[in-house]
């Protein structure tokens, strides 16, 4: 499950893996909801009243015309006008949207698949299901005053945070005997030399991914972001291929695959990875130019490719270690923000100048941009941002509004959860791996 990256009025990529400092915008995740309808019907439906709307303000049929005549019988004089359209029946009202949308108190940053949110509310991280603020998660004491951002959370309950540069994690369920604030606090994710730090996602087995800021590997270079890995019992690994310059990693399935970017030197385009603990896959991999910003449970990754087009990665293997890469079709350019183990897509598309950052999804090849609240005439700047998806399709996002009020410039942030009626069908098959075909590494060589 994914965490929040960081807002922006532009269309973005992620995040430039020569910063200095990290910054984190309070942002968080969101929940579940009722899934959509039947997707093909819904395209079908809206096909046909596309084509209708385009002869008439009614459903009408035509009479074809001949306006040819046979060679040598004279003059063809000019074709008789077509017969007025013949109204039988009256038009269809569009298929309605399979998303509603609910404005949230916070701003979220990951929803898991029991449909509880987390995010930031008031500095703080908490979580949130079945329209109620169900915990505050507190930070340790030096931090009392700072403000935390993210958000994201697995399946058991367990968020992942940042506060001051300091990467958190509060493992949930807590032991039964738990009743002060001691055994809730979380536990920090110490990078090297106590490095500003950035969780971006966390699995079931509480294995969390994301980037730490690292000493430059050549002298004359910037400092730059690194990857990073850690669990419980491991503590943080870095991760970023050997001898690269720069890596990030954005997201991880429960099988411990991994994905993300890189940059070989600090002046070179970004790439695509994946590190992966299947035997058979390679242990670090290139996907392709772009960057990798989710992966499902399948092993399938998602996000943005060449020209800023969102992409599909397929499994790549170590016989094939480049993996192919497909358009699932969404807008150009976007952000790929998060992918259910399902399949569906969330992403973030410009449309026109009223939002340009506007919240899509992709599920079966169809694109669907999701209702939001109308813009008015004092509306200055409206992004989104902070996509995430759960496997039921309940999506979740935030929104920087910046408006005009008695001649001041006010700016403003809110939180958007969609559902909609039915749930996603689940996968076609639960993926497994037979014992021994799975197992942590290491290995930081890159194929």
Not at 80 to 101: N, Q, R
Request: proline share 12%.
């Amino acid at each position: 499950m994914l965490s929040t990256p960081l807002p922006s009025t532009t269309l973005r990529r992620r995040s430039s893996l020569n910063l200095v400092t990290l910054a984190l915008a309070g942002v968080g995740l969101a929940g579940c909801g009722a899934p959509p309808s039947n997707d093909a019907r819904a395209d079908s439906a809206l096909g046909a009243w596309q084509s209708e709307l385009m002869v008439a303000a009614g459903v009408v049929s035509t009479t074809a015309v001949a306006t040819s005549r046979p060679i040598g019988t004279g003059p063809i004089s000019s074709p008789p006008p077509p017969p007025p359209p013949t109204i039988v029946g009256t038009l269809p009202a569009p298929p309605p949207p399979d998303y509603t949308f609910t404005t949230l108190p916070f701003l979220p940053g990951g929803i898991n698949d029991n449909g509880v949110i987390g995010g930031a509310w008031n500095g703080n991280i908490v979580t949130w299901s079945n329209g109620a603020l169900t915990a505050i998660l507190p930070l340790p004491a030096d931090l009392s005053s700072a403000v935390a951002a993210g958000g994201a959370l697995n399946n058991a309950g367990s968020v992942i945070g940042q506060a001051n540069d300091r990467a958190f994690v509060w493992i949930r369920p807590l032991p039964a005997d738990c009743t002060t604030t001691d055994c809730m606090l979380p536990t920090e994710i110490r990078a090297p030399n106590h490095a500003h730090a950035r969780p971006n996602a966390i699995n079931d087995a509480n294995v969390v991914v994301g980037s730490f800021l690292a000493p430059p590997v050549v002298p004359f270079w910037d400092s730059a972001l690194h990857a990073f890995r850690w669990s419980p019992t491991e503590g943080l690994v870095d991760i970023t291929p050997q001898n690269w310059f720069s890596a990030v990693a954005m997201d991880i399935n429960d099988f411990g695959e991994i994905v993300g970017y890189g940059l070989q030197g600090p002046d070179s385009a970004e790439v695509a990875l994946r590190w992966s603990p299947i035997v058979g896959r390679p242990p670090v991999a290139r996907l392709g130019p772009g960057e990798a910003d989710a992966i499902a449970i399948t092993g399938v990754a998602a996000g943005v490719g060449s020209g800023s087009a969102p992409t599909f990665w397929s499994v790549p293997t170590t016989a094939a270690p480049n993996a192919h890469a497909s358009l699932m079709g969404g807008p150009v350019p976007s952000d790929v923000d998060a992918m259910a183990d399902t399949g569906r897509v969330v992403g973030i598309g410009f449309l026109g100048t009223d939002h340009p950052n506007k919240p899509w999804t992709i599920h079966g090849g169809a694109l669907e941009w999701l209702p939001v609240p109308a813009d008015n005439a004092n509306t200055i700047s409206d992004v989104f941002s902070n996509v995430r998806v759960n496997t039921c399709g309940s999506i979740v996002a935030s929104q920087a509004l910046e408006f005009k009020a008695a001649n001041a410039t006010v700016f403003d942030s809110n939180g958007f959860l969609w559902t909609k009626p039915a749930c996603d069908p689940p996968p076609p098959a639960f993926y497994y791996f037979p014992p021994g075909s799975v197992a942590v590494t290491t290995a930081t060589g890159i194929q």
